[in-house]
């Protein structure tokens, strides 16, 4: 019923430890489809047996965006799950999915990340002011909520966090992730942007699914190096779209000052332009 799709790339320890979380599912994957993206193909100390394992060595794929493709490609079941490899999703989150696919009649749902840091007061009255349109996302209001517990079982989205999602197969007929621009912090944003386009109003959080994020414990590209490519992906969003009207220029002004103040803060407590000159580089450098 389920196929789940793990790109991954140098991480093998991370790779083995999702894959022991993923036989121990109520819910188990009919199948699990993994991208390895790294030089050495990996090897499997031991055999899985509660569910078949497609296991791809590509280290001529370099981007999320063509991994994932490929994944979909070589995936054979009805549902198709993305899970990031540095993920770790709780027993029911499978099941969890599964049931809120069939319940809501949704095309695509994302889990409920239960370790995000909670916003501060100072994110949640910044946030709204310079995120709009294609910008604004709720996802970071939802997974920061301080008693997740209160929340609905569903809540209608229009922004599907890629590392902890599930599609109907249907989806791939009719969208695609972007080859040509090759995104990875915007690869999940522009992926949802396309789908709500053809499927309005058919995407959810799921906030029974949950599941842990390890970026923080993988380690994170540096600061500066984050500022860069979130800003060169914004441009190559913008320029996707703009012709188009469905992203407006007062909507890119109003997120780059955003970031902008975001990375000056950055600069002040790191002691350090780097942040700044992070952003500066983004937005200015030929991509």
């Not at 370790?115 to 997974?143: C, M, T």
């Not at 789908?195 to 390890?214: G, Q, S, W």
């Amino acid at each position: 019923m389920i196929s789940v799709v793990i790109p991954t790339k140098d991480r093998q320890g991370f790779l083995m430890a999702l894959l022991d979380v993923l036989e121990q599912q109520t819910q188990l994957p009919s199948e699990v489809v993994i991208i390895d993206q790294t030089v050495e193909p990996c090897v499997f100390p031991r055999s899985l047996s509660k569910f078949s394992i497609h296991y791809l060595h590509r280290p001529d794929i370099g981007s999320l965006c063509e991994a994932k493709t490929t994944g979909v490609e070589y995936s054979t079941e009805p549902f198709i799950c993305f899970l990031d490899d540095d993920s770790r999703p709780d027993t029911e989150f499978l099941a969890e999915l599964l049931s809120g696919m069939h319940e809501t009649n949704a095309v695509g749902m994302c889990g409920f990340v239960q370790n995000y840091e909670h916003q501060s007061k100072i994110l949640k009255w910044a946030y709204p002011i310079f995120h709009h349109g294609f910008f604004r996302g709720d996802r970071i209001g939802v997974f920061g909520n301080d008693n997740p517990d209160c929340l609905p079982n569903y809540i209608k989205t229009h922004q599907v966090t890629g590392g902890c999602s599930i599609w109907k197969r249907e989806v791939f007929d009719f969208v695609s992730f972007d080859l040509e621009n090759k995104f990875h912090l915007f690869e999940d944003i522009d992926f949802s942007f396309q789908v709500n386009n053809v499927f309005r109003d058919r995407m959810f959080i799921d906030t029974k699914a949950r599941i842990e994020d390890l970026h923080k414990e993988v380690g994170n590209r540096d600061l500066p190096q984050r500022f860069r490519m979130r800003m060169q992906e914004a441009r190559k969003v913008y320029k996707k779209y703009r012709a188009s009207g469905q992203i407006s220029s007062t909507d890119y002004v109003f997120y780059l000052l955003g970031r902008a103040l975001e990375a000056l803060v950055a600069s002040v407590k790191q002691r350090s332009l780097s942040p700044i000159v992070g952003y500066y580089h983004g937005i200015t450098k030929h991509i």
